[in-house]
């Protein structure tokens, strides 16, 4: 494993150089793909390299953008926290192009609930800077996720802004858009629409400045367009599906406080209680302890038998 790990290495490491020394890239296209592909692939420093090499080459194969995207998107649901931070803090590179801001600021969003320190800290600083970058594509106005105001320059220029109709549909957040040719598709995307906006009186909370999902309580969304990006989320149906089979332990109430299961304080307190007072199990003998019980014994017998013997030879004499 550890050998094939560094052969994909080794194999990045010379698309790379292949690429820098190249005068066209756009004839090595190829190159850039396999690099876009090795993020699928089960290497950790080959993931991380070829992060690198996504955010070093991408403005030289627009064509490929889309794609290049989706693999930085991919990287960021990985389990290993340096992957993660690594496309996290790699995403201000790829915000430089406008119409993919309000999708990086959509995703970076939902990583603010993250649990570990160091990687929220990342997401907070390529939030600011891409705040920095273009204010209005990023959908935070004047307001950070606390709704302090951003001390940020405004940019005002035209050629910055990316009108929301204006993006590009294939960016990769995992949504099935309906094609207009089609009448059935059309129908589905309705449908959808229709369903996401009865799930959205559901299930989503204003609190203050941001929108929570009672039934993803780590979820926090700035905008309502990541609130329908969650919606439409494999995470928010598998809470959905929990809930229907009676097996979602956490949610938010109607106050944007977590709950837990139904259980009163006292039904809570009495388990505690008789958890406290369960007699633990007596722990098995280990071999040490059998020979000492062992060898006390046949010294005592030992003593006993000279006893014996003593008294015996007594009564004969």
Do not use: W
């Not at 150089?17 to 793909?33: G, M, N, T």
Request: proline letters at 3%; aromatic letters at 4%.
């Amino acid at each position: 494993m550890a050998d094939a790990d560094a052969a994909e290495v080794e194999r990045l490491y010379e698309l790379g150089e292949r690429l820098s020394s190249a005068k066209d890239k756009s004839q090595h296209a190829a190159d850039y793909e396999a690099i876009i592909s090795a993020v699928k692939g089960k290497s950790v420093k080959a993931k991380q390299l070829a992060a690198q090499l996504i955010l070093r080459f991408f403005r030289s194969f627009p064509a490929l953008a889309t794609r290049a995207m989706e693999a930085m998107f991919d990287l960021v649901d990985m389990e290993e926290l340096a992957t993660r931070i690594q496309a996290i803090c790699g995403f201000p590179l790829l915000a430089k192009d406008a119409e993919f801001v309000s999708k990086i600021a959509d995703i970076l969003g939902q990583l603010l609930a993250s649990e570990e320190n160091v990687e929220r800290d990342a997401v907070h600083k390529a939030l600011m800077s891409l705040v920095r970058q273009d204010v209005k594509s990023s959908g935070y106005q004047s307001e950070d996720s606390s709704g302090n105001d951003v001390d940020g320059p405004l940019v005002d220029s035209d050629e910055h802004i990316s009108p929301r109709h204006e993006e590009d549909p294939d960016i990769s957040l995992p949504i099935k858009r309906a094609s207009s040719g089609n009448v059935d598709s059309t129908k589905d995307a309705a449908n959808m629409d229709d369903a996401l906006e009865v799930d959205f009186n559901k299930y989503i909370l204003k609190c203050k400045s941001v929108y929570k999902c009672k039934l993803c309580p780590r979820i926090i969304c700035l905008n309502e367009e990541m609130v329908r990006v969650h919606l439409k989320s494999k995470r928010h149906g598998r809470s959905k599906k929990l809930l229907g089979e009676g097996r979602l332990k956490l949610m938010l109430n109607s106050d944007g406080e977590l709950e837990e299961e139904q259980e009163t304080h006292a039904e809570r307190h009495a388990r505690i209680v008789a958890l406290a007072q369960q007699v633990q199990k007596p722990k098995k003998d280990s071999g040490r302890q059998r020979q000492n019980r062992r060898r006390k014994k046949r010294s005592q017998n030992h003593v006993e038998k000279k006893t014996s013997d003593k008294k015996r030879r007594k009564i004969e004499k």
